[in-house]
Structure formats: C-alpha cells, structure tokens
Nanobody, 121 residues
Framework: QVQLVESGGGLVQTGGSLRLSCEASGGTFSMGWFRQAPGKEREFVAS????????HYADSVKGRFTISRDNAKNTVFLQMNSLKPEDTAVYCC?????????????????WGQGTEVTVSS
C-alpha cells in the first residue's frame, strides 16, 4: 500500500520561499504536486519521473518552483521561491505508475492529505 505524507507548508510573505516534502512508502513512482485554492479546482503544479530525469511544470510556477527527489529517502521536494498570494492553496503530492511525468490528475493513483501554504501580501 502506498502512503504519502506531505510537510513543510506554512505562512510566508510575498517573495518568500518554502520547501515542501512528500515522504512516500510502498515503492518508487513518478510523482506530482497539485494544489487547490479555496473555491477553485485542483490544478497541476509540477511532476517528475521515477528517477528524476524528466519534469513538467505549470506555466504559472515555471522559473519559481523546482521539483526534485531523493530516492534514498523516498522523498520528493517542491522548492517554492518568489511566492505570490495566488500561490496560496493546499498542496498535495501524488504517485503515478506511469513512466513519464504526468500532468493529468487522473493518471495518479495515490494522494497525500495535503499541506497548507498561505502567502500574505
């Protein structure tokens, strides 16, 4: 059984940084980060392949966010820099059994509970 546990969320001012972590148990998979802001649909943020060779980013976070992984620690990271109020959301990590980095949430089979990120203006 795959379990995903996120951490690292919090309150930060505009322009600040946070690093989210997602610890996975039960295997090594292609991973993704998604977010859902209040009153909005869940949206794709970033993803990477099982060994980190391929990544995808949403246009809204390109150049500001970096997804990476440490397979020795079964952990995936999302480094978020230059944060904006519109980045405020609950961030969830997810696991996919497909080889390529996935942007569609339907291609993920396991999800964490999420960690909340609030960016104050």
């Amino acid at each position: 059984q795959v379990q995903l546990v996120e951490s690292g969320g919090g309150l930060v001012q505009t322009g600040g940084s946070l690093r989210l972590s997602c610890e996975a148990s039960g295997g090594t998979f292609s991973m993704g980060w998604f977010r859902q802001a209040p009153g909005k649909e869940r949206e794709f943020v970033a993803s990477l392949t099982r060994f980190g060779s391929g990544t995808h980013y949403a246009d809204s976070v390109k150049g500001r966010f970096t997804i990476s992984r440490d397979n020795a620690k079964n952990t995936v990271f999302l480094q978020m820099n230059s944060l904006k109020p519109e980045d405020t959301a609950v961030y969830c990590c997810a696991a996919s059994s497909l080889f390529a980095a996935q942007t569609d949430s339907r291609n993920y089979f396991a999800w964490g509970q999420g960690t909340e990120v609030t960016v104050s203006s």
